[in-house]
């Protein structure tokens, strides 16, 4: 059966809603009831028969995969969830993390698979507070993969690793037919080493605590879909795809009694604080002009219909620490990066969820991603 599909653009808010009508039954349209007539519009609803591109986007989806298949199956009662599990090794703690990557195009300004599934996984396991020190990486090869491709992407593997001072210690290799890998897909794992003695995820989050961001949000994202659709912008918008496991050790160092730590990939920043504040049963309050968007990456959001809280990034990271701490987390990452903002803080409330102060003063309730903003961008 032969779909048309009719587009209506709100202009206002750069929406497009998408109407499937049987072609079947255009010349038979009426007002009464016909049924190869229907209306459909991609809201994703609560259960689907099949995994759709959206249980991948860090949003509700995801979620629902995580809690009702995933952790009843292979959690413990005392898992904390996080971007990377900390163990206890005789008198040893370490982190460990694992992580794929599907990003199409498989080079884009400011990376490339190869060196964001480094930085993807020395990242997270810096969100744990751990020294990352080893990694293992799978590979996925699709039959008819260019070899010179596949040697640019290990070139800047090893120097994505140099740059984070990690080392590919193992490794795997599968080739699968042609159309059925995409070109390649990458599995990175971490070990890293943690030698303080904080508790860092979201369980420690408490009222008062103040939420930093180390930048601009929404780069990674918008430079992958403008490479993907051909969209030109006067300045070439690069992803921000970087290790952070530096500057995290550097606040550590210096004596921040960090709560929480927590990357701001799928689903964006926003995704992230409502995982926290529900994990934290508390409100997290931030202020939408604190948040550094730059002018061109805010233009292609407003253009695309796009909310720069819910892109995804690669490098930027929210850290939740107590109001005694903020002066000199913030003089540490506005060293390292000038847009690093104090964003909001952390309410008591018995009802648990995220509010933003607007530009014009309004508060509203942010939410989980629903949906699929980006696919195929991490």
């Not at 990242?123 to 008819?144: K, Q, T």
């Not at 995804?312 to 903020?326: H, S």
């Amino acid at each position: 059966m032969r779909e048309i599909i009719i587009t209506f653009h709100d202009f206002l808010k750069f929406r497009k809603f998408h109407y499937r009508i049987d072609s079947n039954s255009i010349n038979n349209l009426s007002m009464t009831s016909n049924p190869d007539f229907s209306l459909t519009c991609p809201i994703p609803i609560q259960q689907y028969p099949h995994i759709l591109l959206a249980h991948g986007g860090g949003g509700k989806l995801m979620r629902q995969l995580i809690d009702k298949m995933f952790l009843p199956t292979f959690g413990s009662s005392n898992q904390v969830e996080h971007d990377a599990a900390t163990l206890q090794l005789n008198e040893n703690k370490i982190a460990f993390t694992t992580d794929s990557y599907v990003v199409n195009p498989l080079f884009f300004p400011g990376g490339d698979i190869g060196s964001m599934a480094i930085y993807g996984t020395v990242n997270d396991l810096a969100m744990a507070g751990a020294r990352p020190l080893y990694l293992s990486v799978g590979f996925i090869l699709e039959e008819g993969l260019p070899i010179q491709t596949l040697w640019e992407i290990i070139i800047s593997m090893k120097i994505a690793a140099e740059k984070a001072q990690v080392k590919i210690v193992t490794g795997d290799t599968k080739v699968v037919d042609k159309g059925k890998g995409d070109g390649i897909f990458i599995n990175t794992s971490g070990i890293g080493i943690i030698k303080h003695n904080l508790t860092i995820n979201s369980l420690s989050v408490k009222a008062g605590d103040a939420v930093i961001i180390n930048g601009d949000l929404g780069r990674h994202g918008i430079a992958i879909m403008a490479v993907r659709e051909g969209l030109e912008f006067e300045t070439t918008i690069e992803s921000d795809s970087a290790p952070v496991a530096d500057v995290v050790l550097e606040l550590l160092e210096a004596g921040i009694e960090i709560h929480c730590l927590r990357d701001l990939t799928r689903g964006g920043l926003a995704s992230t604080l409502n995982e926290i504040a529900t994990a934290a049963k508390v409100e997290i309050e931030i202020q939408e002009t604190a948040i550094k968007v730059l002018e061109e990456v805010r233009g292609a959001c407003e253009i695309l219909g796009f909310d720069p809280v819910y892109v995804a990034n690669e490098g930027r990271f929210a850290v939740f620490v107590p109001e005694k701490d903020i002066e000199k987390t913030l003089s540490i990452l506005q060293a390292k990066i000038p847009e690093s903002s104090l964003i909001g803080f952390v309410k008591q409330t018995s009802n648990p969820l995220v509010t933003m102060q607007s530009r014009i003063g309004a508060k509203r309730i942010i939410d989980m991603l629903s949906g699929e903003q980006l696919p195929r961008i991490c």
